[in-house]
């Protein structure tokens, strides 16, 4: 009795009814259905298990026939552990559970869902399943696809940085050849003004002609500057000129020379200036920075045949982690220097190549196209960059980055002239190079005012002549030396054994790496690139002579007794 009624039992009918629909429920599923009671065995307790019950669809699924009675270490006796141990947790714990596994003995994999009945003691589980072969098969399949579809994009990949390498090669082939072929053509042009000079003088001297020569003299140095300056360009587009950066105020510089360029412009280009009052300084080559600027203005002139206007500008710029990197820099303060004209401009085309060497828009015979790669060359050597903005029609903008220098300017002294020579008689130079016209000329040279030389043509040979002569006032070394010694060992160790000692490098390239940006050079150390004039350096070693002989003279002074 429950709430005052009986608990109605189903007629035998209904239960006939309830039966039958199990019975067709389960002979009509899709899934395999089966039950199975464990049984204790030869490998210990519930250690195997026979199929109790099973559906039509378990044939269909698993593969295997006429299952129940049949026991599972006799049906598939290799796969029984496995089985078991998915089967027997769920009887032990009764909780569900679901898992795929492969059937190995008929091939079929399959996805099952598993549950108790009854309690423990009943040894009773319920199996239901599905094949999903197929499933697998076109998972596996397509893990397969992936796989090689990551090694054939992985292939492409490879393939597309092989075929950019062979291009960029081809670029810098291509680069080279215009390089060359661009070097070829003016050294040649240079040399045979340079051969043809000399030759003349030569005939004219044994004619007795000599009233003549001096025309062809004048020819052949004026060519030797010329390559001299290609040369420069050259190595500033490289970034291997050497450089002597200082404390410079660009303002200044600008004023300077600001004249020479109104009148390199003419009259009908009107030049202006806009410079920050409160510039930084930068560290630069102040020579070198007013040829780049110069270069600019005369690019400037050449793109204004019918006159215009051309702007100089500088300004302080602080850039951060974004603007430097648009710019490729390092972020921090940099001053800036700007170029604007208002000439043709440069088609879009040609922006990106201006700054190639021997590239130009001028026409033929009109311009080298080393100005701007000079300019960019200097610029970054300097640890600055130039930017180029253009448009037809309207003008160009350079600017050039350049970086802020935390100090004060230093005005230095003046460059030394002829009247400051003065005279140093008996002065010791010792002059190493490994050239010997080259060692021959400053000998020659620097024995015209007065002082000895002695020669060395290598490392080794200077320091024997050290060891030999304690009594030299100066050292003159080329920085290149055979031998497995440059003239910075040989400085160094000649400074070594003589403190005191003045030193002149002179330089062609940039073997002059070992002394940029380097703070122990400085004093009494001066750099003189080649090629250079007598003058330029009869010049330097005498005012090294003088800045030795004036820290004697104030050392004698430091020491000498009171009176």
């Not at 204790?40 to 593969?63: Q, T």
């Not at 043809?196 to 002609?209: K, M, N, S, Y």
Request: with cysteine; hydrophobic share 40%; net charge negative.
């Amino acid at each position: 009795m429950k709430d005052g009624f009986a608990a109605a039992r189903p007629s035998p009918r209904a239960a006939a009814i309830d039966r039958e629909i199990y019975r067709i429920l389960f002979e009509n599923m899709d899934d395999g259905f089966c039950v199975i009671e464990f049984l204790d065995g030869p490998h210990g307790p519930l250690s195997d298990y026979v199929h109790v019950l099973a559906n039509p669809a378990y044939e269909r699924h698993a593969g295997i026939p006429n299952v129940v009675g049949q026991h599972l270490r006799e049906m598939v006796p290799d796969e029984a552990d496995d089985w078991i141990a998915f089967y027997g947790k769920v009887l032990r714990t009764g909780e569900p559970i679901r898992f795929r596994n492969e059937l190995v003995a008929t091939g079929r994999h399959l996805e099952v869902s598993s549950f108790r009945i009854g309690t423990f003691e009943d040894r009773l589980v319920a199996v239901l399943f599905k094949d999903v072969t197929e499933k697998v098969s076109a998972e596996i399949a397509l893990q397969q696809l992936n796989e090689t579809l990551e090694q054939r994009v992985a292939d492409a990949l490879a393939q597309r940085e092989h075929a950019e390498n062979a291009l960029r090669q081809a670029q810098k082939m291509e680069a080279v050849g215009q390089l060359t072929g661009g070097l070829a053509h003016d050294f040649n042009n240079l040399l045979a003004g340079i051969n043809g000079a000399f030759e003349l003088i030569a005939r004219r001297t044994a004619q007795g002609r000599v009233d003549e020569v001096v025309r062809y003299v004048e020819a052949g140095l004026g060519a030797a500057q010329r390559a001299a300056a290609l040369t420069h360009r050259l190595l500033a587009f490289s970034r291997r000129q050497t450089l002597s950066p200082r404390p410079t105020q660009a303002n200044r510089l600008v004023d300077d020379f600001i004249d020479l360029v109104r009148r390199t412009m003419g009259p009908q280009i009107s030049v202006h200036t806009d410079l920050d009052p409160h510039l930084w300084p930068a560290l630069v080559d102040a020579n070198q920075l007013e040829n780049a600027l110069l270069n600019l203005c005369i690019n400037a002139r050449d793109a204004m045949p019918d006159g215009g206007r051309l702007s100089i500008s500088t300004l302080n710029l602080t850039l951060d982690e974004e603007g430097a990197r648009q710019r490729g820099l390092a972020p921090g303060d940099y001053v800036t220097v700007t170029v604007i004209d208002t000439g043709v401009g440069i088609p879009i085309e040609d922006v990106d190549r201006v700054f190639e060497p021997f590239f130009t828009t001028k026409p033929t015979g009109k311009g080298t196209g080393l100005g701007l790669s000079m300019v960019y060359g200097f610029a970054r050597q300097s640890n600055g960059i130039v930017r180029i903005r253009s448009q037809e029609g309207l003008g160009t903008q350079v600017r050039i980055y350049l970086p802020r220098h935390d100090g004060q300017v230093d005005e230095g002294a003046a460059a030394p002239d002829q009247q400051s020579l003065g005279v140093h008689p008996g002065a010791t130079i010792l002059i190493v190079d490994d050239e010997p016209t080259v060692r021959m000329m400053m000998v020659d040279a620097l024995t015209l005012i007065g002082m000895r030389c002695i020669e060395a043509a290598d490392g080794a040979s200077a320091l024997a002549t050290l060891d030999r002569q304690s009594e030299i006032d100066l050292l003159v070394t080329d920085v290149g030396l055979p031998g497995g010694l440059n003239g910075r060992q040989v400085a160094d160790e000649a400074r070594r054994r003589l403190p005191s000692l003045g030193v002149l490098f002179v330089t062609g390239y940039a073997d002059s790496v070992v002394l940029q940006n380097d703070a122990e050079i400085e004093g009494r150390t001066e750099v003189l690139t080649k090629p250079f004039s007598i003058e330029q350096l009869q010049l330097r070693a005498a005012a090294l002579l003088s800045v030795g002989s004036e820290a004697t003279r104030n050392e004698s002074a430091a020491v000498s007794p009171p009176a």
